[in-house]
């Protein structure tokens, strides 16, 4: 069946430095990649996607790239501060109802 | 932007009752809701999707009978936690679709059974 794998599941930065997170997934049909990022015991909450259409994406100090052949998709957070400590899930969608999920990767930013 | 509302935040039950917890899209209509389950520091596992006006799909391995879905309106979705055991303790987390793809999550429910 479908599947998304992230690694890494624990990721320790210094504050200042950048932090990247990587997916994959299985079904070739995906074609749309959240990004979650989920603060202890509160909602996931959407920080950016991307769709298949497009290779790369950025909001500030976040940014997100897909490549479709190698099924791979990253976010990538630059000059990381304390309050980027938080769950990030990232998930893949092939437009129908269903939205697969990764396991996680628990950030720590170190000040 | 799209918010979703869950209440209740978290209730404690003894096993052998029932539990609802309910899911409102409150500025948007979703045809679509979706329930899922959180166990602690683990990932998001969808047990069921809701649609407005028909049978709520079941993933693979969720009791249909034991989490009753009911999508009654286009912004409310309630899920029935039956004869809770203690095993049935977790955060329940329902999301809805507003048009795209992007789902927009609850602040989720916190179940604990004793």
């Known amino acids: 069946g479908e599947n998304v794998e992230q690694h890494p599941s624990t990721l320790s930065v210094q504050e200042g430095d950048s932090a990247v997170i990587k997916c994959t997934y299985s079904?070739?049909?995906?074609?749309?990649f959240p990004w979650y990022k989920q603060e202890l015991g509160k909602r996931p909450q959407l920080i950016i996607d991307?769709?298949?259409?497009?290779g790369e994406k950025k909001d500030q100090r976040i940014a997100v790239t897909l490549n479709k052949t190698a099924k791979h998709f990253s976010l990538h957070i630059t000059e990381t501060q304390p309050e980027d400590s938080a769950v990030y899930f990232c998930?893949?969608?092939?437009?129908?109802?269903?939205?697969?999920f990764g396991a996680g990767t628990r950030l720590f930013v170190k000040a | 932007g799209a918010v979703v509302s869950q209440h209740p935040s978290w209730v404690i039950c003894k096993s052998g009752t029932s539990v609802k917890i309910e899911c409102r899209s409150l500025?948007?209509?979703?045809?679509?809701m979706f329930w899922y389950r959180q166990f602690p520091k683990q990932s998001l596992m969808l047990m069921a999707t809701?649609?407005?006006?028909?049978?709520?799909?079941?993933e693979q391995g969720v009791e249909k009978d034991k989490f009753l879905i009911n999508h009654a309106s286009l912004t409310l979705s309630t899920l029935t936690v039956t004869s809770a055991h203690p095993e049935d303790s977790s955060f329940y987390i329902c999301?809805?679709?507003?048009?795209?793809?992007?789902?927009?999550f609850g602040p989720g429910t916190r179940l604990t059974v004793l």
């Open positions: 999301s809805a679709r507003e048009g795209g793809q992007g789902q927009f």
């Open positions: 079904d070739s049909a995906s074609n749309y």
């Open positions: 991307i769709r298949s259409n497009v």
């Open positions: 998930a893949a969608s092939t437009g129908g109802f269903k939205t697969i």
């Open positions: 500025d948007f209509q979703a045809t679509t």
């Open positions: 809701s649609n407005e006006g028909s049978k709520a799909t079941y």
